[in-house]
């Protein structure tokens, strides 16, 4: 990949209210995921996506690192394309653009060799459960250019802004100036790594007008049917081990009864062979 930018964190704070309920929900949904259970309530759609955008800038969202973003041919930064406008929650409308806030341009076109990317974070650097992202491709340059994002690839980490990451989605972002939401599983994510493999056919760079994040929202009857699930599992469970209790009680058991054969040299010998040596 290209060159990294890191962007100093803010200091962690400690949430634990948020925290619990995260893990909580985060938990529950590792162990459904992993039962199998969870798929009917997503296809279902019990499991939604909440309406806060965790990586606004206002509400403390960060970019913490990024592969590249616009330099004027003194190599300083263009403050109107840099990358941390696709955080300040100014979009480009119409035949309207924001003075201070263009959008995002990367410095050189992507490819599948050679991607760009920003890695996204959380405020104090929280885990979250999370659902749907939504890209806004929309920027100061008109879209027949080419140069805004297409093809885009949802990575996620929940350990370090360096990962490991692992792959939630592909997705791909049409050429026109609306939100486009993407929705995955829900995943436990502390940091967020947007890859972005192509645009729609510019050589000289890929733009982007803003990204959202947003976590999973479990209903109050989602909720409960996951309980429900969630203890049949734990009851299956209890049953597996204690069977598994009891062939070992009886695996030991018949160790203990059985009685061994006596060595080959205190085997009785022939009655013949006996009174010979009488």
Known sequence: MNTVYNIVPHTLEADNTMSKISLLTATLMALLLISGLIAPLYASNAISAGGTNLVAAEMGGR????????????????????????IDGKHVLGNYTPADSYGWSSQHAP????????????????TRLLRRIVIDPATDDPPFIGRWVRDIEVQVSTTTPEGPYKTVGRFLVVNKPIEQHFDFLPVEARYVRLVITSNHGSDKCVEMGEV????????DSALDDIIVRLDNLLQELKQLRDFQLYQQEQKTLEEVTTKPAPPASEKTAPEGTQEEQQ
Do not use: C, R
């Open 63 to 86: 970019i913490v690192a990024f592969s590249s973003q616009a330099v004027d041919e003194n190599g300083k930064v263009m403050p109107e394309w840099q990358v941390t406008n696709l």
């Open 212 to 219: 959202e994040i947003y976590e999973a929202i479990v209903g």
């Open 111 to 126: 490819s599948e060799e050679n991607p760009e990317w920003i890695v996204f974070a959380f405020a104090h650097d929280q």
